[in-house]
């Protein structure tokens, strides 16, 4: 099993920046991508960036593209995403997860962890 933790979340202004951290414990070493997904009340729950765990190949839904970075710290098994020129449009809950095998990175239903979830709130 692997456990994972966000942080990081909160409210923000139009234009503002956040970083959110997920710090995964557990039987990490059979990860093999983690991504980010967010998700508003009475909708699906929406990809946002990934990363390949051992190449730290990225991807990125075009919403975000050129304003949110995923990172990771292998040292610290620890996944981030800095999100800058942050739009009321970005507020959501974001949450983490992480899949052990490889697979097309962009549908939630393929990931087998996920955290509990940290709320964005960017205000205009």
């Known amino acids: 099993q692997v456990q994972l933790v966000e942080s990081g979340g909160g409210p923000v202004q139009a234009g503002g920046s956040l970083r959110l951290s997920c710090a995964a414990s557990g039987r990490t070493f059979n990860i093999l991508t983690m991504a980010w997904f967010r998700q508003v009340p009475g909708k699906e729950r929406e990809f946002v960036a990934a990363i390949r765990w051992s190449v730290s190949s990225t991807y990125y839904a075009d919403s975000v593209k050129g304003r949110f970075t995923i990172s990771r710290d292998n040292t610290k098994n620890t996944l981030y995403l800095q999100m800058n020129s942050l739009k009321p449009e970005d507020t959501a809950v974001y949450y983490c997860?992480?899949?052990?095998?490889?697979?097309?990175?962009?549908?939630?239903?393929?990931?087998?962890?996920w955290g509990q979830g940290t709320q964005v709130t960017v205000s205009s």
């Open positions: 997860a992480a899949d052990r095998e490889y697979r097309s990175l962009y549908y939630s239903y393929e990931y087998d962890y």
